[in-house]
């Protein structure tokens, strides 16, 4: 007989603090680096109002684990049905014998994951004087990548922009408080050409980040593509960019690289490094303060099997969860 634990959203929550994700996501890449993990591009399947993704990832040594997420995402769920837009399970096993070890929400395992690696990010390739940001976006991984990069920079000013302007003044008015910071909503993308660092995690289909717009020694996050439809990052400014990436493969299937490569503008090489590259010390981050630099993120479930280790662990200890006997 297996014990198999259940985790709800609630659950986890009181196992992880935001801190928590950023060490295990940076310990995952590192360890991706020295070719101590599997993390192969993720799956889709779409569907007319929505899209399932499936991420899977393993990470190896005495206690291999390895998890599998599946994720539904539908934009229209929170005005039509009153659901989150993402929902979805991940899966724990054994990577050594298969056994099940969890199955856990994994609403709060993607945002703070996606959060982190963004964090790590900013700290190899803002400059260390970044003081202004702009987050174009202002949904729920507005708000957690609001976190990240003010966990990596001493921000002093905050514009937020969105497509809809009252969710912008909205976002404003509420992680003012919660954070402390000094923010505003704004009707356009002008103080991008203000900014230090650029957040841009919106559902847009068409590029909204041109040349224009990104000033010299800007970092740009690039959350938003999740999908080979989305876009967020005009071409010529990914061409203009020292390109970091979370997964080469990946990128260039579902991220804003994909929509570079199908303008010709850039190929593969015109990728500077991964993120574990820079983490591990392979390659150099930010070197010139003058460069534009751009992490194009498109989420790996290498960040899922660390994020859902680190919480197994914890919820065995503490004794949190449900465990249900299968087999």
């Not at 899966?91 to 994951?113: K, Q």
């Not at 993308?189 to 041109?210: G, M, Q």
């Not at 020292?242 to 994909?258: K, N």
Request: aromatic share 4%; glycine share 10%; hydrophobic share 50%.
């Amino acid at each position: 007989m297996t014990d198999l634990l259940i985790l709800s959203r609630t659950d986890i929550a009181g196992l992880m603090n935001y801190g928590d994700y950023v060490d295990a996501v940076e310990a995952a890449f590192r360890a991706a680096a020295a070719g101590r993990a599997v993390a192969p591009p993720a799956s889709a399947l779409q569907l007319p109002a929505g899209s399932f993704h499936a991420k899977g990832a393993a990470l190896l040594g005495p206690e291999a684990q390895v998890a599998i997420k599946i994720n539904g995402n539908f934009p229209g769920n929170p005005a039509a049905n009153g659901l989150p837009t993402v929902q979805g399970v991940i899966y724990l096993a054994d990577g050594a014998n298969g056994r099940p070890l969890a199955v856990m929400d994994s609403i709060e395992v993607t945002l703070n994951r996606t959060g982190a690696a963004t964090t790590l990010a900013a700290r190899h390739l803002a400059r260390a004087g970044a003081r202004v940001a702009t987050i174009c976006g202002a949904g729920v991984q507005g708000r957690i990548q609001l976190k990240a990069i003010a966990a990596a920079a001493k921000l002093e000013r905050v514009h937020v922009w969105d497509a809809d302007a009252a969710r912008a003044i909205a976002f404003a008015r509420e992680m003012s408080v919660e954070l402390g910071l000094d923010m505003e909503a704004t009707a356009d993308l002008s103080p991008v050409r203000r900014s230090d660092i650029v957040v841009a995690c919106s559902s847009a289909h068409r590029a909204f980040l041109t040349p224009d717009l990104v000033r010299p020694g800007t970092f740009i996050a690039a959350v938003g593509a999740d999908n080979p439809d989305k876009s967020e990052i005009d071409p010529g400014l990914y061409a203009k960019s020292l390109v970091v990436v979370d997964s080469l493969e990946q990128c260039a299937e579902i991220g804003d690289l994909h929509h570079a490569l199908v303008a010709g503008v850039v190929t593969p090489e015109h990728v500077h490094a991964t993120l574990g590259e820079i983490i591990a010390g392979k390659k150099a981050g930010r070197t010139d303060d003058g460069a534009i630099t751009l992490f194009d993120s498109t989420g790996m479930g290498l960040q899922d099997v660390a994020a859902a280790i680190a919480i197994y662990r914890r919820a065995r200890a503490a004794g949190t969860g449900t465990l249900v006997s299968i087999g």
